[in-house]
């Protein structure tokens, strides 16, 4: 069995990936943590303010992946949980669909958006909901 989480730093994201973990280690189960670097939507327009802005974006971004997979390689030990964590740049819906395919996920577990546009627009839980191809729990 593979659990799938996606992680971002958030919150929700942090509890949904406690909640995974949790239920990998009950199940038995492998746990796959994903984290997708959204780029700015100014990144292709920050190109004119300089290669540095650029390199200022994509070394955060890096740093935030290589924390939050010492947290997830951390707890997941501490439960005795077997852990993939993947880092991956671009949309998250995309990145999320695609490496559950790729590692054939039984679940797939997220923590709810705290965007208040996300009730009109649609949440990445509720496009993963209607993808429809795992049982998808979305963590408060």
């Known amino acids: 069995m593979v659990i799938l989480v996606g992680v971002d730093g958030s919150v ?9 973990a949790g239920l990998a280690r009950r199940q038995g189960a492998r746990l796959v943590c994903v984290y997708v670097a959204q780029l700015s939507s100014l990144y292709g327009a920050s190109a004119g ?4 802005a650029i390199a ?3 070394q955060a971004l890096g740093e ?5 997979r010492r947290q997830a390689e951390e707890g997941a030990g501490n ?3 077997r852990l993939t964590f993947v880092a991956a740049a671009g949309d998250p819906y ?3 669909l695609r490496v ?3 590692v054939k996920a039984d679940a797939v577990i997220v923590g709810a958006s705290a965007q208040a546009g996300h009730r009109w627009v649609g949440s990445l839980a509720v496009r993963l909901v209607k993808a429809g191809r795992w049982p998808v729990t ?3």
């Open 49 to 52: 303010a300089g290669a540095g």
């Open 64 to 68: 935030t992946a290589a924390d939050l």
């Open 79 to 81: 439960l005795g949980v």
């Open 12 to 20: 929700t994201s942090l509890r949904a990936g406690a909640y995974a």
């Open 100 to 102: 559950a395919d790729e």
């Open 138 to 140: 979305v963590v408060p």
């Open 94 to 96: 995309r990145e999320l």
């Open 56 to 58: 200022a974006q994509e």
